[in-house]
């Protein structure tokens, strides 16, 4: 399974890749505001930083939401870099514009996913990715992690090529179900990858072996 961050904050987008484990990154509309990113000559720029610190899909996400305004938009974008991937809304248009990538070479993300019908659309208009929001529907007492393993079941049978990106993800145990069941990608906040690091008895073991190593120290000089 294929590690993506989910933020546009390059502090944390660099804090992940240092690590050794990245494979990518997927940002928002939200996720960008957040950072302060605002005008076009600005959006652009801020992906081309994030191209320059990942080697790895880079998803920026398109703001329109008619065919022709998401065409023009994700022609830009897919010109920062050859890693841009572009997000996609699951609407109408949205089906539309990925199957007018895809035939143009374009790859795309299609993002606000939820439900077995939407993915079933992503994957016939050729979309490089879909992406499920589990956490979201976890938040409408719905099972996120459930609809992953539906899509997994599906994209098998039907052997469709798109990848199953797990996104709105809000826990370690997300991760960990997500591995489990076979989604190919997952993209989580930076909080969640890291959490994946703890557990109690690496802390306790370290300890142990500090204190012996201090030990072993001692009865080196000693001889
Ligand atoms: C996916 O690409 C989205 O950016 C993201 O995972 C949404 O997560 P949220 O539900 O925590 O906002």
Redesign the pocket.
């Known amino acids: 399974m294929k590690f ?1 961050i ?1 933020t546009a904050n390059l502090a944390q987008i660099r804090e992940a890749n240092e690590l050794g484990i990245l494979d990518g990154v ?3 509309p ?2 960008m505001a957040k950072e302060g990113i605002t005008g076009e000559k600005a959006t652009l720029d801020h992906y081309k930083a994030i191209c320059e610190i990942v080697d790895g899909d880079i ?1 920026a ?1 398109v703001l329109s939401t008619d065919f022709k305004g998401m065409v023009e938009e994700g022609q830009k974008l897919a010109a920062i870099h050859p890693n841009i991937v572009v ?1 996609v809304p699951m609407i109408k248009d949205g089906v539309k514009a990925i199957k007018w990538f895809t035939d143009n070479g374009i790859r795309t ?1 299609c ?2 996913v939820f439900s077995a019908g939407q993915a079933i659309l992503a994957a016939k208009a050729g979309a490089t990715y879909v ?1 499920p ?4 529907v976890d ?1 409408i007492s719905w099972d996120g992690l459930q609809l992953i393993e539906q899509l997994v079941h599906i994209y098998d049978v039907q052997n469709y090529q798109t990848q199953i ?1 797990a ?4 826990n370690p145990m997300h991760i960990i179900k997500c591995a489990e069941i076979g989604a190919d990608v997952c ?3 930076l909080e969640p990858i890291v959490a994946l690091l703890n557990h109690p008895l690496t802390d306790s073991g370290l300890k142990k072996f500090l204190q012996d190593a201090e030990k072993m120290k001692t009865a080196v000089a000693g001889q």
Do not use: Q, V
């Not at 929001?133 to 979201?136: A, E, H, P, T």
């Open positions: 993506f989910d997927t940002t928002n939200s996720l998803s996400e997000k993300n993002t606000l992406s929001f589990i956490g979201r938040d990106l996104a709105s993800i809000r993209t989580c906040p």
